[in-house]
T-cell receptor
Framework: GENVEQHPSTLSVQEGDSAVIKCTYS??????FPWYKQELGKRPQLIID?????GEKKDQRIAVTLNKTAKHFSLHITETQPEDSAVYFC??????????????FGQGTRLTINP | GAGVSQSPRYKVAKRGQDVALRCDPI?????LFWYQQALGQGPEFLTY????????KSGLPSDRFFAERPEGSVSTLKIQRTQQEDSAVYLC?????????????FGPGTRLTVL
């Protein structure tokens, strides 16, 4: 089945600098890759996603790139702000049997923005 | 509109007790998912419903776990004879359609602590 690896597990950057989080996946059939932000005690919230028919997607300060050949995708946050501090999860969406589906998540990256 | 809601938000159970966790998905959402999130980890898939049909329950850890969605809207995750290793946050998510590229919207979770 699908396996998603995420690095780094913790990341500390200065306010205004960029942050990059990387994920790899194993199932070449996966073709949808969302990123979720989770603040302490809160629900995961989708911040950006990418489908396999595109290589890059950008939304203001956030961008995601996808390399299907290498089976990896990355989250890029530019001009980081203190409110970007949270745990970020990458995920891969995969079809299971009988038309079912699920998200397989990475282990998470705790991002800290230092003022 | 209202997002995914879950109740209770917190549940403390003595080992051996049965618990029931409720999920109210976004109105009209066909797909419903349950995930288990251990402390410091990414969510892990438990089960998937398409309307009232449970298409995949491969992630349920043991036969003590049971989920239902009898009318295709509200879902209940039941854990019988709780064990300490069941302590986790249980997240429910819903998506509008049946495509595995549909966005999954998460509820706030139920934090279960088994003493």
């Amino acid at each position: 089945g699908e396996n998603v690896e995420q690095h780094p597990s913790t990341l500390s950057v200065q306010e205004g600098d960029s942050a990059v989080i990387k994920c790899t996946y194993s199932d070449s059939a996966s073709n949808y890759f969302p990123w979720y932000k989770q603040e302490l005690g809160k629900r995961p919230q989708l911040i950006i996603d990418i489908r396999s028919n595109v290589g890059e997607k950008k939304d203001q300060r956030i961008a995601v790139t996808l390399n299907k050949t290498a089976k990896h995708f990355s989250l890029h946050i530019t001009e980081t702000q203190p409110e970007d501090s949270a745990v970020y999860f990458c995920a891969a969406s995969t079809l299971t049997f009988q038309g079912a589906q699920k998200l397989v998540f990475g282990q998470g990256t705790r991002l800290t923005i230092n003022p | 509109g209202a997002g995914v809601s879950q109740s209770p938000r917190y549940k403390v159970a003595k080992r051996g007790q049965d618990v029931a966790l409720r999920c109210d998905p976004i109105s009209g959402h066909v797909s419903l998912f349950w995930y288990q999130q251990a402390l410091g980890q990414g969510p892990e898939f438990l089960t998937y419903f398409q309307n009232e049909a449970q298409l995949d329950k491969s992630g349920l850890p043991s036969d003590r776990f049971f989920a239902e969605r009898p009318e295709g809207s509200v879902s209940t995750l039941k854990i019988q004879r709780t064990q300490q290793e069941d302590s986790a946050v249980y997240l429910c998510a819903s998506s509008l359609g049946t495509l595995h590229t549909d966005t999954q919207y998460f509820g706030p979770g139920t934090r279960l602590t088994v003493l």
